[in-house]
């Protein structure tokens, strides 16, 4: 699977941005789908995750009740809509898929790459 993330800018606090990852090359929904973050000097952590069809949804407690993970599966893109950002929100957003449903960033094969998300005022 290819992917191809973009949707990153600079933000003031308190906006919103819609992150989009764009696959191709295999069956989309065959594919669980997450979204991780790396912030300047840090690790690479979980964000939000979804299943294949769409049913289940899973986030990280830093971003929930402010961020949604959706896809859909006829234009084989995943989205992460951002509200309420945060400077902490701050890191390059990278886009993940794979057939295992996990948080667990060193088991997807597949990964985008990255798009960058600035909160400043």
């Known amino acids: 699977v290819q992917l191809q993330a973009s949707g990153g800018g600079l933000v003031r606090p308190g906006g919103s941005l819609r992150l989009s990852c764009a696959a191709s090359g295999r069956t989309f929904s065959n594919y669980n789908m997450a979204w991780f973050r790396q912030a300047p000097g840090k690790d690479r952590y979980f964000v939000a995750r979804i299943t294949g069809n769409g049913d289940n949804t899973d986030y990280a407690d830093s971003v929930k009740g402010r961020f949604t993970i959706s896809r859909d599966n006829a234009k084989n893109t995943v989205y992460l809509q951002m509200d309420s950002l945060k400077p902490e929100d701050t890191a390059v957003y990278y886009c993940?898929?794979?057939?295992?449903?996990?948080?667990?960033?060193?088991?997807?094969?597949?990964w985008g790459q990255g798009t960058l998300v600035t909160v400043s005022s």
């Open positions: 993940a898929a794979d057939l295992t449903y996990t948080t667990r960033g060193y088991l997807y094969d597949f």
